[in-house]
């Protein structure tokens, strides 16, 4: 239970310092594509958030020393990493192994992929004016990844959901 709460602690400090999560339009490239984002959670990371022992090894949170989590600790019933700042929230389960029970990430606000922002700059939607945006990914898993976009237009307001390439979705639950 010490460690478990010893985890919790250490991630939250990490996940809530505002030099992490800050979000700067300067790395955007002239195309629209996402270069590098301050971001703690990506998709290159996505695999090594799968396991604690990974998070140990490939320490994503460079404020803090996770080489002294304990896995496999028979006295514990899990583990448990919750965070947030102003662009991204995490919550994720891990069992007492270390591997993936569950997890959600929430990132607001960020630039966009291409395909989306060449959605909204065509068609029916181009009349509307984005007023924010969220990716939300489930279980560090690609294909879960699903974008909320928020548009106004006048005093209307319209959600629309789309995955990576610009697809329109339904929402996910």
Known sequence: MLMKNIILTTCL??????????LQASQMSTDGETLKTALTITEDNFSCFRSLECLKRNNPFPKSDLSKIRLNDFRSEGYTIEGSSKNESLHAEYNYRGDLVKATVIQRNIPLPKAINDILASGELESW??????????????????????????????VEYFNKHGEFQNRML
């Open 13 to 22: 400090l990490v996940l809530t310092s505002s030099a992490a999560f800050s």
């Open 129 to 158: 004016t984005m007023i924010g945006n969220e990716l939300v990914i489930r279980n560090f898993d690609r294909s879960t990844m699903q974008y909320k976009v928020i548009l106004l237009r006048d005093d209307d307001i319209r």
